[in-house]
């Protein structure tokens, strides 16, 4: 099993749809959990952060599940601009707590269309 | 203002030729990292430092080596073994080693010919 594994894209969707982008991760040690986005041929960005009581963010949603290892992205009321590529990353800490690591999802790909 | 500056932006290399990328950060962070991505795949880790004088190898660390002599810098080598090194290569930066935002350069995308 992969380290974190998102759904398969693309998602092509209209303007004013309602969108949600999965990730589970395999090491529960994990210890933070992020989105970022990352536009064509350019770096990735923080969206934000996920916390375990879930946080909202404008039109963006995120949640976690410790239990079931499971990370969503929910996104109202697309935008044109939302276009881009979506990546879950998730920082795990070695055991012994004295070191971490970032590991990205391959991403997923979102188009909205006019 | 702070940052993390990759260069070149782009990079062209002739086969057998070794190259290296260079990553400065002026964030006062501890860990940094170097990362590959290939079309239409995600992040691949190369190597990673959590302090100075001390790095790791990531997941796809052959033919490729770092330094990290001083805090705010940790340069890529990218070596004639490396096979397949066209590809857009990101360094990042986080405050501690596990538990805070990445910081990404704008990345070098280096081709060989």
């Known amino acids: 099993r992969k380290e974190v594994e998102q759904d398969p894209g693309p998602f092509n969707v209209p303007e004013g749809a309602t969108v949600a982008f999965n990730c589970t991760y395999s090491n529960s040690a994990s210890q933070s959990f992020f989105w970022y986005r990352q536009d064509c041929r350019k770096e990735p960005k923080l969206l934000m952060s996920?916390?375990?009581s879930g946080n909202e963010d404008g039109r963006f949603t995120a949640q976690l599940n410790r239990a079931s290892q499971y990370i969503s992205l929910l996104i109202r009321d697309s935008k044109l601009s939302d276009s881009a590529t979506y990546l879950c990353?998730?920082?795990?800490?070695?055991?012994?707590?004295?070191?971490?690591?970032?590991?990205f999802g391959k991403g997923t790909k979102l188009s909205v269309k006019p | 203002d702070g940052g993390i500056t990759q260069s070149p932006k782009y990079l062209f290399r002739k086969e057998g030729q070794n190259v290296t990328l260079s990553c400065e950060q002026n964030l006062n962070h501890d860990a940094m990292y170097w990362y590959r991505q290939d079309p239409g795949q995600g992040l691949r880790l190369i190597y990673y430092s959590q302090i100075v004088n001390d790095f790791q190898k990531g997941d796809i660390a052959e033919g490729y080596s770092v330094s990290r002599e001083k805090k705010e810098s940790f340069p890529l080598t990218v070596t004639s073994a490396q096979k397949n090194p066209t590809a857009f290569y990101l360094c990042?930066?986080?405050?501690?080693?596990?538990?805070?935002?990445?910081?990404f350069g704008q990345g070098t995308r280096l081709t060989v010919v």
């Open positions: 990353v998730v920082n795990m800490m070695n055991y012994g707590g004295s070191q971490g690591n970032l590991i």
């Open positions: 996920v916390y375990s």
């Open positions: 990042a930066s986080t405050l501690r080693p596990g538990d805070s935002e990445a910081f």
